[in-house]
């Protein structure tokens, strides 16, 4: 399907998510699984991964997951719980893990884990434009 090559472009004209080391395990429509490796200059003062890092994941694989439908989507809002502290050497992952649409409005929700440790949990709101994307 169509909307499944859309993380794959979007990810190539990012500079930061590539930065990051973010790959994708994981597309199709509405669901959009991604991955990375904490490193050292991702960790905080208290030699733990920064918050942002695992935002940062999890913003990639809603941003992703939003856009698959076909058109461009904005985010409007979003929020992040984190519940476990990581470090060096981490691999994780985020997954999104609901997808509804309501007129141009969606709204996601993302789960970020380490293995099967839920680590933080992302929520989204986006816009969806009337821009088609071309692939």
């Given at each position: 399907m169509e909307g499944a090559k859309i993380p794959y472009k979007m990810l190539?004209?990012?500079?930061?998510?590539?930065?990051?080391?973010?790959?994708?395990?994981?597309?199709?429509?509405?669901?959009?699984?991604?991955?990375?490796?904490?490193?050292?200059?991702?960790?905080?003062s208290m030699d733990k991964a920064h918050g942002g890092i695992s935002y940062s994941l999890a913003d990639t694989a809603f941003g992703f997951t939003a856009n698959t439908h076909g058109k461009y989507a904005v985010s409007i809002e979003t929020s992040i719980n984190h519940i476990e502290a990581l470090d060096k050497g981490d691999y994780i992952t985020a997954e999104a893990t609901l997808d509804?649409?309501?007129?141009?409005?969606?709204?996601?929700?993302?789960e970020v884990k380490k293995g099967d440790t839920l680590v933080a949990l992302f929520k989204g709101v986006v816009y969806r434009t009337n821009k088609d994307w071309e692939v």
């Open positions: 190539s004209q990012d500079p930061y998510s590539s930065w990051l080391g973010i790959e994708i395990i994981s597309c199709e429509v509405g669901r959009v699984k991604v991955g990375m490796t904490i490193r050292e200059e991702m960790l905080n509804l649409q309501k007129t141009n409005i969606g709204f996601n929700v993302v």
